[in-house]
């Protein structure tokens, strides 16, 4: 007695294992790198979040520090943050952070072409160079 619901037809075809398998395996490769990027993410974030925790704490240094090297990696706030810093340096900070101007201009890059985290533009005060005079 067959004890399957369906007809004779259906119930006969069985896929191969290894063609299982390779579904899978395709599957898995196919979504291992969203993984990795959500992973990755996590830990810039983890990373900003300290960065902001120097900030707080007023270790200027540590805070751009790390806020440049996020920004190197692509992580658009920290992008911001860093740009932000090394507009107003000597002036909210007391002392002056070193940024070679290519730098610069890919934090720009990234943070005008980034839409995938929210950035419709780019504010003009990461845009423009020192002012001259008082603020």
Sequence with gaps: M??????EVQCRWNPPRFLFRALLAGAFVMLAPAAAFADDQAAQDTR???ALHEHERCHWGAA???LSTLADEGHLPSAQMALLMARFDTRLYATRFAVVE????RWLTAAAVDGT??????PAAMAAGPRSGRP
């Excluded at 290519?102 to 201009?105: F, S, T």
């Excluded at 985290?117 to 780019?122: E, H, I």
């Design 64 to 66: 751009f520090d790390a």
């Design 102 to 105: 290519a730098r610069k201009q």
């Design 117 to 122: 985290r929210g950035a419709a533009s780019v």
């Design 2 to 7: 067959n004890s399957c619901p369906r007809s």
């Design 48 to 50: 900003f979040e300290e």
